[in-house]
């Protein structure tokens, strides 16, 4: 590959093609020195010939037959490592700077560069880079050699190994893989260099990188701050550098602050503080608009002539979490906002993903009334926080510690570094107002539960000094906690039973409820071994989607009623399939609705899931319609009506006016009706100028049971349910 530069400073060449690949299935590469220039396969040393890939990207996406499958096949990309290697010519003169930049390697990473190693790095999502200046050469091609390992866990937490789906310890600090729980495959362990590669080039006489932009906002919203870390590098000292940092609005106004600094020869770390009164807010998409700011910070010499520049997109806006046994609310902006969630893990293979596919899915959660995506066990491309910092959709974001870990001190140092670099990478987002430090541990295992914890607790300070600035959830689903203090319920699925069994349940944060239910139909070429799992009988598929649809409405309806009290909202589990044959979602993988039978958990998201929702209650004295109003302004005057079909087939409809409070919950009217008696119940809420606000329809007041056969057996090898 060559690349040819330009005569500007500073300069991207990008290093996405012309890779090649071999497995190392002696694991012999760095005896043999696969890392050199001159490495070559003989008969002799039985490694591989390079095999040329046609793109980065996970490597069971580019070589596996069927990549989603699971099974043997599948199971060998991760027994033993992989090997990169690029050629690459840098044409002109040596540049002053360089920098060699990953944006993503899936896990474990030791880079060569013409046969000198550069370092190594572990985790998946965080870019690193190193400088190598001294390291390129010129007129001939530059060798870059990646060693590139995701390996299987082994050590399963003693006297557990019947139960070794959840107590297998999980010595990568990554939520990406092998869970065997239907969620994701036995024998999928994502590996390779998955996102873009880059080699930065400076020819001037100033290098900046580390750039970072923080917006801090006052509790009474009347005063922001942009704060800016910038590291500079200069060949000698310069005095008289200005810099100079400019906040715009969307609507174009700015505030320019400007500073004299001088350079020091090396690395100087230069900061600013920009003022912005009365900043505009950004908010959630049903509380108003999601407003952000470009910052620009420049270096201009005594000539005003720019030496260096970079840019980032902030939002100004506060977050904190109350809880307690009697309450839990997030406060957004300094109000109460109930969270209307659901959780988000959309391929196996993060590399699949793109901007198109990312938009579509938070379009399509926005649509459906909610609010939140929690991003479970794991760190998504860039560009989706972006998409969610643009639409107003808030993310509770996971790290990927969960179930069982591996016991002392190592893990516990790798966990916090892996953790620590997902904080700084997305903290600037302001759409992010949580992290999850730990996910479930201690939960399955319970000789686990004290160790779980004070890692949990290990990562909330590590999150803190990162950023103090957003809450935590020290380990998810540890209710006991009160730093963690969240539910997980799943009566009337995975944990069996009825759901009508919590009827009585107090849920303080539901972050996961939810139950599978298969794809409609098999879309697209998903292997042979795929395709008979997907293949149901359309009265059976009918039929889990309208338990879908029936388990999901209850659960939301109970936390809404319970709104505050102690309720601070819910996270449906989960929002679309993970893989063809991965069924939590309300959509399947290829991003259709389940709307087969009663109309799936979509129906449900329609009908009790938007900002406004008008529901039934089975009270002692009858049937009960209650409105409830997310939103921040009331609407006074407002009309509930309702249509009874009793089990006679006779009819009862009746209506009453009703003021709506801003962000409240009122009881609008009692029916006096048994429920036993009722066949249907249709309700809908007007405006005083009859533009509807909310309806809502009950087909049947039945408590209803798990379909037979559910949750069936999971098959470890394809990765499926089986619910015959």
Not at 146 to 164: G, H, I, L, N, Y
Not at 324 to 345: D, H, I, K
Request: aromatic share 10%; hydrophobic share 40%; proline share 6%.
């Amino acid at each position: 590959m060559t690349a040819h530069v330009s005569s500007a400073e500073r300069c991207r060449l990008d290093l996405r093609d012309g890779w090649c690949v071999l497995q190392d299935v002696h694991d012999i590469g760095e005896r043999l020195g696969i890392f050199a220039p001159e490495f070559a396969a003989t008969t002799a040393n039985g490694v591989s010939l390079w095999e040329e890939i046609p793109e980065l990207g996970h490597l069971q996406l580019l070589l596996a037959d069927e990549p989603y499958a699971g099974g043997r096949a599948l199971r060998s990309f991760n027994d033993h490592a992989w090997w990169y290697r690029l050629e690459f010519t840098v044409e002109g003169p040596p540049p002053r700077f360089a920098r060699l930049l990953f944006e993503g390697v899936d896990y474990f990473a030791t880079v060569w560069l013409n046969g000198q190693c550069l370092g190594e790095h572990e985790g998946y999502f965080e870019p690193f880079g190193f400088d190598v200046a001294g390291r390129l050469v010129h007129g001939r091609a530059n060798v870059l050699v990646v060693r590139v390992s995701s390996p299987w866990d082994t050590a399963v937490f003693p006297d557990t190994e019947a139960q070794r789906a959840f107590s297998v310890e999980r010595a990568l600090v990554k939520g990406t893989y092998e869970h065997m729980d239907g969620l994701i495959p036995r024998d999928v362990n994502p590996v390779g260099i998955w996102r873009p590669v880059t080699l930065e080039l400076g020819y001037g006489d100033l290098w900046s990188h580390g750039f970072r932009a923080d917006a801090v906002l006052s509790d009474d919203l009347a005063h922001g701050e942009v704060e800016v870390v910038w590291d500079v590098e200069s060949p000698q000292a310069r005095e008289g550098v200005r810099l100079r940092t400019t906040v715009r609005s969307s609507t174009g106004d700015a505030v320019v602050s400007e500073s004299r600094v001088d350079l020091t020869p090396g690395r100087t770390a230069l900061a600013a503080a920009v003022a912005v009164t009365h900043p505009q807010v950004w908010q959630p998409w049903d509380r108003g608009a999601p407003q952000r700011y470009d910052v620009v910070a420049e270096l201009l010499d005594a000539q005003g002539v720019t030496l260096a520049v970079e840019e980032n997109r902030i939002g100004f806006r506060t977050v904190s979490l109350e809880r307690s046994a009697e309450r839990t609310c997030l406060r957004v902006n300094g109000r109460p906002y109930y969270l209307r969630g659901t959780s988000y893990f959309p391929d196996l293979y993060l590399s699949s993903m793109d901007e198109g596919r990312y938009r579509r899915d938070v379009e399509a959660v926005v649509a459906a009334g909610m609010n939140c995506l929690r991003v479970h066990v794991h760190v998504e491309q860039p560009v989706f926080y972006e998409i969610c910092d643009e639409l107003g959709v808030l993310v509770v974001q996971d790290s990927d510690v969960n179930w069982v870990t591996p016991a002392g001190d190592e893990y516990v140092e790798r966990a916090a570094t892996v953790v620590g670099g997902m904080v700084r990478l997305l903290r600037h987002h302001p759409a992010v107002v949580a992290w999850v430090c730990v996910n479930e541990g201690g939960v399955i295992v319970e000789e686990t539960r004290d160790a779980a914890r004070r890692l949990a607790h290990h990562l909330v300070a590590v999150v803190a000094a990162e950023d103090p600035t957003r809450p935590t959830i020290a380990n998810s689903w540890d209710a006991d906690d009160p730093a963690s203090g969240d539910e997980h319920v799943y009566a009337g699925s995975l944990t069996g039973g009825a759901y009508a069994e919590v009827r009585d349940a107090r849920f303080r944060l539901l972050t996961e409820f939810g139950v599978d239910a298969p794809p409609a139909r098999a879309r697209g070429d998903v292997g042979r071994a795929l395709d008979r799992t997907l293949r149901r009988a359309p009265e059976r598929t009918a039929e889990h989607h309208s338990y879908a649809y029936h388990l999901t409405k209850f659960y939301i309806e109970r936390c809404r009623l319970q709104r505050w009290q102690p309720n601070g909202g819910y996270v449906q589990f989960m929002w679309i399939d993970v893989s063809p044959q991965s069924w939590y979602g309300a959509y399947d993988y290829w991003g259709c609705p389940k709307v087969d039978g009663r109309g799936g958990a979509h129906r449900a998201f329609r009908e009790v899931g938007q900002p406004m929702a008008v529901l039934l209650r089975a009270a002692p004295g009858g049937l009960e319609v209650w409105v409830v109003n997310d939103f921040a302004h009331g609407v006074p005057g407002a009309t509930a009506s309702w249509t009874v079909v009793r089990c006679d087939g006779t009819r009862a409809v009746g209506a009453v006016v009703v003021d709506i409070p801003p962000d409240g919950l009122v009881r609008a009217a009692c029916l006096e009706q048994a429920p036993d008696g009722v066949a249907a119940v249709w309700l809908s809420l007007t405006s005083a100028g009859s533009d509807p606000l909310a309806t809502n329809r009950y087909d049947d007041l039945v408590d209803h049971l798990p379909p037979e056969g559910y949750p069936g057996t999971v098959s470890h090898e394809i990765g499926a349910r089986d619910m015959a």
